[in-house]
Nanobody, 124 residues
Framework: QLQLVESGGGLVQPGGSLRLSCAPS????????VGWYRQAPGKEREVVSC????????YYTDSAKGRFTIARDHAKNTVYLHGNSLKPEDTAVYYC?????????????????WGQGTQVTVSS
């Protein structure tokens, strides 16, 4: 089964930082754009950030700008999401996926190869 596998979540204190990792299972995704998404309890899934295939272009939702950084390592076939100055409202299950569309300043919330997600809880 082709899917992406997320890791790195956990409990983080407000103001803290974390690094999430996303790696494919069963395929290589170096020629594909990758997106990070999150879904908080009772809310719809939202885009956090996206990166194009060669890592030269990135997109961040307004709430993520200045606090989250997306990056990819082709040698490790992995995409990372670094988060700093985390807030309780960042608490969510974080997913990575291949977005259906990533062009200019638009990255779709629809995607494929969804994994199980990794829980991030920001709390003291």
């Amino acid at each position: 089964q082709l899917q992406l596998v997320e890791s790195g979540g956990g409990l983080v204190q407000p103001g803290g930082s974390l690094r999430l990792s996303c790696a494919p299972s069963g395929f290589i995704f170096n020629t594909l754009a990758v997106g990070w998404y999150r879904q908080a309890p009772g809310k719809e899934r939202e885009v956090v950030s996206c990166i194009n295939s060669d890592g030269s272009r990135t997109y961040y939702t307004d709430s993520a700008k200045g606090r989250f950084t997306i990056a990819r390592d082709h040698a490790k076939n992995t995409v990372y999401l670094h988060g700093n100055s985390l807030k309780p409202e960042d608490t969510a299950v974080y997913y990575c996926a291949i977005p259906d569309q990533y062009v200019r300043e638009f990255c779709s919330v629809q995607g494929r190869y969804w994994g199980q997600g990794t829980q991030v809880t920001v709390s003291s």
